[in-house]
């Protein structure tokens, strides 16, 4: 299976109300990165959390990462129906060997207005 | 899709014919990137640069291979396109001065292979 996977695949959740998507991984990282791809886009960067961080905000966007548990969470609050679309979380691990990103399959949001 | 382009937009070419992707940016950044994306996948690796002429293999690395004479180039080309090579390519770069790694991504080129 793969470094990052994101569950669920899909959601679909209706506006105003919170999305929460997971990505577990497999080994040890040096940072995970949140990445959003609009229908027929190249993938946006959204927030970057480190290793030694818990958690980290940046607007709507909530993110918490267990180093334990190898797991990390978005949270998007009160959602619009412009979130609509795919969420991926990308995995950096190095810099033994040098840095790689590797990037899970995606979570599908889609937010009815 | 902020300083990086990418040629063609869309592609379609018969199988056994090369081909060649082009990746353009105008952000001085050192490391360039190539990705496939197809359905279930996600995006994976398939070469990537850390300099002018400095290249290595990702995971998908079979069928393709790059080149990068300039900062701001990097080429993708399948030597003989087949019908397993149809997908979505994506260019991406990053900047290792910020330590972070953040990658920034191309519009991306729809090749089809008949």
């Known amino acids: 299976s793969q470094q990052g996977e994101e569950d669920p695949q899909a959601l679909s959740i209706q506006e105003g109300e919170n999305a929460t998507m997971n990505c577990s991984y497999k080994?040890?990282?040096?940072?995970l990165q949140w990445y959003r791809q609009n229908s027929g886009r190249g993938l946006v960067h959204l927030i970057l959390?480190?290793?030694?961080?818990r958690e980290k905000h940046s607007g709507r966007l909530r993110v918490t990462l267990d180093t334990s548990k190898k797991s990390s969470s978005l949270l998007i609050t009160a959602s619009r129906a412009a979130d609509t679309a795919s969420y991926f979380c990308?995995?950096?691990?190095?810099?033994?060997?040098?840095?790689?990103?590797?990037f899970g399959a995606g979570t599908r949001l889609f937010v009815k207005a | 899709d902020a300083g990086i382009t990418q040629s063609p937009r869309h592609k379609v070419t018969e199988t056994g014919t090369p081909v060649t992707l082009r990746c353009h940016q105008t952000?001085?950044?050192?490391?360039m990137y190539w990705y496939r994306q197809d359905p279930g996948h996600g995006l994976r690796l398939i070469h990537y640069?850390?300099?002018?002429?400095?290249?290595d293999k990702g995971e998908v690395s079979d069928g393709y291979s790059v080149s990068r004479s300039k900062t701001e180039d990097f080429l993708l080309t399948l030597e003989s396109a087949t019908s397993s090579q149809t997908s979505v390519y994506f260019c991406a770069i990053s900047e290792s001065r910020t330590g972070s790694y953040e990658q920034y991504f191309g519009p991306g080129t729809r090749l089809t292979v008949t």
């Open positions: 959390i480190r290793s030694n961080e």
């Open positions: 952000e001085n950044h050192r490391y």
């Open positions: 640069s850390y300099g002018v002429k400095d290249t």
């Open positions: 080994t040890s990282i040096n940072n």
């Open positions: 990308a995995t950096v691990i190095g810099p033994t060997g040098g840095f790689k990103t590797i």
